[in-house]
């Protein structure tokens, strides 16, 4: 096996081209679109109908935990859990619970009337099995389209990813306004069960072991070591989730998660203004999704990292100040276009280095060492926002977010994650 210049472990021999527009990568992509869609729907109801309720940024804190604290608690489970069983299977068993639940959700708040426990019970119970399903899709798409493709695919499913949600976040303030919060949940619902018959449709087993692989005596405690330890090999990648992703998602959630409470105290409290903002930094991240394949990130993933990440500080301390629609709308979707080059290139360099039997470990072992600390941002965003309010809420995000960009563009290892394809 042998290592192209700046690919720090994956495998690079030359295979056989595939191209992203196989039939496989085609259901993939239709249920990633949909379940973005309905997913962002959802989201937009479910914090509108529990801050109009509470008026209380506690209660959309406490809401944005019940979304991370799973993917904490269980990241490194279903990473594991990912690289030893059919990835597909995972897959489609998750959506056809998540389907289950927001369903019985959508009906107990139509006919019962409104409950924040149970709202944070069945999220919490979405959410788990989101956790199981994201390093199964994130480590099947090599599977699908090999590593010659991954930046085009990767930014094809992010910007059709961010493309839905920037559509149903507008559509989820539409039906919030029009028809109710609930009907929000029922079209989630629907769109996960949507999303599992795509799934379905892609033929073949994924397991990424071999069946003498499988005989060999395994345990959950070594594949996780397995995983750890590549990890702590190597250094970019380690730099990435311990330095960038973890205090990132910090800063981060101190402003994504509040959109919903920035669109009520500058706006009102029109469900439209918070739809249509979600919607300008959906529409943002596709673009930036796209953008990576025709920029080949992949091959300055470290610095381009870095900058988009310094990008987006500045732009949410001018968001937090802003009192005009448009301005805000503008300063969104640049934010979102950021976070969009950021996210594709990361992952499309991971999946690109990291070999294929190990990618959903690293992926999950990657996601809660980045993830661990957005409780804690959302406790203290809660908390500056009731005290301060939510410009300083933002300032302060937005601040923290520039430090990161300059320490992480200040690391030499760091700075040489890419990843170059092999000449053949």
């Known amino acids: 096996m042998t290592k192209s210049e700046g690919n720090f472990g994956g495998e690079t021999s030359a295979k056989t081209k595939r191209t992203p527009l196989g039939k496989g990568f085609r259901n993939l992509f239709a249920s990633t679109t949909v379940a973005a869609f309905g997913g962002s729907v959802s989201t937009v109801a479910v914090s509108y109908i529990v801050y109009h309720v509470t ?9 944005g935990m019940a979304g991370v604290i799973p993917g904490i608690i269980l990241g490194l489970l279903a990473g594991v859990i990912a690289d030893r069983y059919d990835r597909k299977l995972l897959m489609v068993t998750s959506d056809v619970v998540r389907t289950i639940s927001m369903a019985f959700l959508a009906l107990f708040l139509y006919f019962i009337g409104f409950s924040f426990s149970l709202i944070l019970a069945v999220m ?5 099995f989101s956790t199981l399903f994201q390093p199964a899709s994130q480590a099947l798409l090599p599977m699908l389209i090999g590593k010659e493709s991954l930046e085009n695919g990767n930014g094809m499913l992010q910007g059709s990813f961010s493309v839905f949600q920037s559509v149903g976040a507008a559509a ?3 039906i919030v306004a029009y028809l109710g919060g609930v009907w929000g949940l029922g079209v989630n619902s629907m769109t996960y069960a949507i999303s599992a018959i795509f799934l379905f449709q892609i033929a073949g087993e994924f397991k990424s072991r071999t069946s003498k692989e499988q005989l060999m005596p395994s345990s959950f405690s070594r594949d996780l070591r397995e995983g750890i330890a590549y990890m702590k090999a190597n250094i ?6 311990l330095i960038g992703g973890l205090p990132a998602n910090f800063f981060g959630s101190m402003f994504y998660q ?18 249509f903002l979600v919607a300008a930094i959906g529409a943002g991240m596709a673009i930036g999704a796209l953008l990576v394949g025709r920029v080949n990130g992949s091959r300055f993933a470290g610095p381009l990292i870095s900058i988009t990440i310094l990008v ?13 629609i448009y301005l805000s709308l503008a300063t969104g979707a640049v934010a979102g276009s950021m976070f969009g080059l950021l996210n594709t290139t990361y992952f499309a360099t991971v999946q690109a280095t990291v070999p294929t039997e190990l990618l959903a470990r690293v992926l999950s072992i990657d996601s809660v060492g980045s993830f661990a600390a957005i409780p804690a941002g959302l406790a203290v965003g809660g908390l500056l926002i009731q005290s301060n309010g939510i410009v300083f809420d933002f300032t302060v995000s937005g601040i923290g977010l520039l430090i990161i960009g300059v320490l992480l563009l200040s690391l030499k290892e760091f700075r040489k994650f890419r990843y170059i394809p092999e000449q053949t």
């Open 258 to 275: 509040f959109f919903v409470v920035y669109a009520a105290v500058k706006f009102g409290s029109s469900s439209s203004a918070f739809g």
């Open 124 to 128: 919490v119970i979405v959410y788990s």
């Open 312 to 324: 987006a500080g500045g732009v949410i301390i001018l968001m937090g100040y802003s009192n005009n």
């Open 236 to 241: 970019p990648l380690l730099e990435g989730t």
């Open 55 to 63: 008026h209380n940024a506690y209660y959309i804190a406490y809401l």
């Open 172 to 174: 989820g303030g539409l």
